[in-house]
């Protein structure tokens, strides 16, 4: 079981290689099966959409990805480095250090100003801009002394977006970012994401079920009773100002 991860600073090319990723959750008595022998990589800099309905198989691609769970079996390698076999703490560390996260929910402190919230992770980060820095990528300079019941749904989903990118992660990983917000308001959040893979040039992997954020996605892979059914390469990027859904 491997224990250290890769901290060379990221290099164009492929960032993960999964090789029959399966996963099988035990409920009782019943085996349900999650993930059916899933191949795929992932390239620096690329700006990827999952596709698929509720229970196909997309947030267990995207929390193993991320080293918040591991296949049942399968290869997976992250530069290289096999991730799968890897122990809790080289787990801990891969994701502290590799990989930024923003879920559907925001999950800020209440008690803290959008600064602080975003302080909380480059205090603990080997490398990370100041989070004034991270906040005005994302547009909230003017507001990040402000408390998160101060702020709308879509700044506040933006500040969870600085405070998963503060680190300079190579990895942004986005469960439904949108899922809670209305179409401007859901815009907005996509051009952040949008400006952040474009500029750093962080792999970006984007959870969705509406078809029409693949528009704006290098690549998009359809995912289906936890396989990846269809992949194809958008010919052109459409920016996420321009999407209608």
Not at 173 to 194: H, S
Not at 203 to 208: E, F, G, Q
Request: glycine share 8%; aromatic share 4%; hydrophobic share 40%.
């Amino acid at each position: 079981m491997s224990s250290t991860y890769p901290v060379e600073p990221p290099a164009a090319g492929v960032v993960f290689e999964a090789r029959q990723l399966r996963k099988v959750y035990q409920t009782g008595e019943l085996d349900v099966v999650a993930l059916h022998g899933v191949d795929l990589d992932l390239n620096a800099g690329e700006l990827v959409c999952l596709l698929g309905a509720s229970g196909s198989g997309k947030s267990t691609l995207l929390n193993i990805l991320g080293g918040l769970d591991v296949p049942t079996s399968g290869e997976l390698r992250y530069k290289g480095w096999p991730l799968a076999d890897s122990d809790e703490k080289a787990l801990t560390l891969f994701r502290r250090n590799c990989v930024g996260f923003v879920f559907q929910f925001y999950n800020l402190i209440p008690s803290l100003t959008a600064r602080e919230n975003v302080a909380l992770i480059t205090d603990i980060s080997r490398d990370p801009m100041k989070p004034e820095e991270a906040l005005d990528m994302v547009g909230l300079s003017a507001r990040m002394d402000h408390f998160p019941s101060q702020l709308s749904g879509g700044e506040q989903q933006r500040v969870a977006i600085a405070r998963a990118i503060a680190k300079r992660p190579e990895v942004l990983l986005c469960d439904e970012p949108t899922g809670a917000l209305d179409v401007t308001t859901g815009i907005t959040v996509l051009e952040a994401v949008e400006r952040i893979n474009r500029e750093l040039g962080t792999l970006t992997v984007v959870i969705t079920h509406n078809a029409v954020m693949a528009e704006m996605a290098d690549r998009v892979l359809h995912l289906s009773d936890g396989r990846i059914v269809s992949s194809h390469r958008n010919a052109q990027r459409l920016p996420a100002s321009q999407l209608k859904w």
